[in-house]
């Protein structure tokens, strides 16, 4: 099982980044697939979530409206597509799948928002 996100960098505010997750060794569709991130100095917080079976996604307050999460079963794929953004939005992203009895996670990729 493995999970690799990419897709981080360096932008300036208001500049956008799409975060890519590569799913392997399981059934994406059967699980709920969730970005984090954890900021320096702070707890892991729940960004988007995509829930398995109908695909609703939900988002924490501070990033409605410009934050959007897809996946791609097929292509065993997960995006966070992240417009807009912020010098608060500076953190490690992780990738996470998890269902009623596994969990797996990412190693992480580093976004930095920053003039």
């Known amino acids: 099982v493995q999970l690799v996100e990419s897709g981080g960098g360096l932008v300036q505010p208001g500049g956008s980044l799409r975060l890519s997750c590569a799913a392997s060794?399981?059934?994406?569709?059967?699980?709920?697939m969730i970005w984090y991130r954890q900021a320096p100095g702070k707890e892991r917080e729940l960004v988007a979530i995509?829930?398995?079976?109908?695909?609703?996604?939900r988002y924490v307050d501070s990033v409605k409206g410009r934050f959007t999460i897809s996946r791609d079963n097929a292509k065993n794929m997960v995006y966070l597509q992240m417009n807009s953004l912020k010098p608060e939005d500076t953190a490690v992203y992780y990738c996470?799948?998890?269902?009623?009895?596994?969990?797996?996670w990412g190693q992480g990729t580093q976004v930095t928002v920053s003039s």
């Open positions: 060794g399981f059934t994406l569709s059967s699980f709920h």
């Open positions: 995509s829930t398995s079976g109908d695909d609703s996604t």
């Open positions: 996470n799948a998890a269902s009623a009895s596994n969990t797996y």
